[in-house]
């Protein structure tokens, strides 16, 4: 799937469709109401006047386009980011998105709008962009895993006809970052950034009945899922002796012992029948808490 969609030279995606047994051609309706127009009188370099055609694109156009059925199929989010460029045929226009530019009928999306909070953005373009130099820099790795990290939260918003295929249908960008990093995969977590990747969390998680993954992996349960950030997990102790000071030294927290079996043998990025996970790091007690209602919860 990733060398498929990685290596395409155009992904033509049919946005308004609620199934493939409806076509790609839309009714094109324009609504007057998504622009506003305004002329704005201006002095011109030869000392003559002159006036200026502007127009305001409304901000709710960008929720508009993340609400097309496409964008809500969990199936559909590997193949958007994967894919270097797509022409999106929208329910009342044409969009394109590659690396350089998200424009569609009117002009290019006004980033104010929230065009681009359904998913983390093109996975080789966010490698490059955020493999910096400098004060800022990290490593490729770190890029992947960062990158990971966000396109969880995003492809978990995302709907399934099949609550099983929750792994199979990110397999692609796994097997993308498996070709970059070479990090053992592990059930929808990366033994390198197991650290941060097992502090995953969720609103009024619903486990399902039939065994999907293991119940460390955010892929066991439907629902949002969010990750703490690193400093979230450096100071999970509120006392002054917290994990990483001289008191208690930060120990990497690391797989020791991994055993995994697949549906298939040959593919480590499908179905799980059944995994086990023993880590080894710093164990302390704490309390977590959300705003003013504080609960104390085990590891």
Known sequence: MHEVYGNATLTIAAAAGWSVYEGIFQCPIMNPEEQ????????????????????????KQGNELINE?????????????????????????????????LINSNGPLNPLTNHHKDSPGQISDYLVSHKTTGIHAVSENEACMEYWRKSVKFYSLRNFSY??????AISGCAQWIKSKTSDSYLAGLWASDLRTQIFWYTEGPSRQVLY?????????????????LPDQINNIDPAKDRIGSKK????????NDVRMIYNSPSNGFGDVLKGSLSIEGVLKPWRLGEGKSVATKSL
């Open 36 to 59: 506003f127009d305004c002329m704005i009188e201006h002095d011109l370099k030869d000392g003559s006047s002159g006036t200026a055609n502007v127009v305001f694109e409304s901000n």
């Open 69 to 101: 059925p496409l964008n809500t199929r969990g199936w559909t989010f590997q193949e958007r980011v994967l894919s270097p460029r797509t022409i999106v045929f929208y329910k009342n226009q044409i969009g394109w998105d590659c690396a350089s530019i």
């Open 163 to 168: 609550n099983g295929d929750k792994l199979r």
């Open 212 to 228: 999907r993954a293991p119940s460390w992996s955010w892929a066991s349960v439907d629902g949002k899922i969010k990750f703490w």
């Open 248 to 255: 208690f030294p930060r120990i990497p927290l690391e797989p």
